[in-house]
């Protein structure tokens, strides 16, 4: 198993550009979500899903669109990057037990900066 | 909305000695509280976590505990190592399933 992983591990963009950022999982897991972590700020949940073609909202959705048409693959889409979205972003997935999520597993991030 | 706070932001403490980290959350619904190291660069592991149906757990060094009636729980790390420095992470999740995580611990331990 791969576990969770990310696409790209770095990025550098312009004010304005867009950008999607890829994360797949291979362990069937129901649950994906998206986070930012910020200096100081603890990870932000941006959005989350909990099956294929359901998503949410999380704390810091603005500037950011998802979509989850398959199980595996949780894309992260920014509309028109800004400098306040430069961050570093983790995908993690788990899976559905009787009352909820179980254990996270986390990707190893994308750094991204927003010139 | 829901919140998770975390304290104290920064932990200093002597090799051997204890360390305790606290969370409070504002959702009631929440029923599953999860802990998180992460190292520096790193991605967050889970270190060791806990159900709405359980007051305490405990896995070698590490242990937490949940007040349900008050909405807090915290992580007791004994006889801490250096290799114990890293950030420590609080999360609850609740029956939205939405993961809020508490600001971070950045704990360090002086060989």
């Known amino acids: 198993n791969a576990g969770v992983t990310q696409t790209p591990k770095f990025q550098v963009l312009k004010t304005g550009q867009s950008m999607t950022l890829q994360c797949a999982q291979d362990m069937n897991h129901e649950y994906m979500s998206w986070y930012r972590q910020d200096p100081g700020m603890g990870l932000r949940l941006i959005h989350y899903?909990?099956?294929?073609?359901?998503?949410d909202q999380g704390e810091v959705p603005n500037g950011y669109n998802v979509s989850r048409s398959t199980t595996e693959d949780f894309p992260l889409r920014l509309l028109s990057a800004a400098p306040s979205q430069t961050s570093v972003y983790f995908c993690a997935s788990s899976q559905s037990i009787p009352g909820g999520p179980d254990t996270q597993y986390f990707g190893p991030g994308t750094r991204l900066t927003v010139l | 909305g829901e919140n998770v706070e975390q304290h104290p932001s920064t932990l200093s403490v002597q090799e051997g000695d204890s360390a305790v980290i606290k969370c409070t959350y504002s959702d009631s619904a929440s029923n599953y509280f999860p802990w998180y190291k992460q190292e520096l660069g790193k991605r967050p592991q889970l270190i060791i976590d806990?159900?709405?149906?359980?007051g305490e757990k405990k896995d070698q060094r590490i242990a937490v505990t949940l007040n349900k009636t008050a909405k807090h729980f915290s992580l007791h790390i004994t006889e801490t190592q250096p290799e114990d420095s890293a950030v420590y992470f609080c999360a609850a999740i609740g029956g939205g399933f939405k993961t809020i995580f508490g600001a971070g611990t950045r704990l360090f331990v002086k060989a």
């Open positions: 806990i159900r709405s149906n359980v």
């Open positions: 899903s909990v099956g294929a073609g359901i998503t």
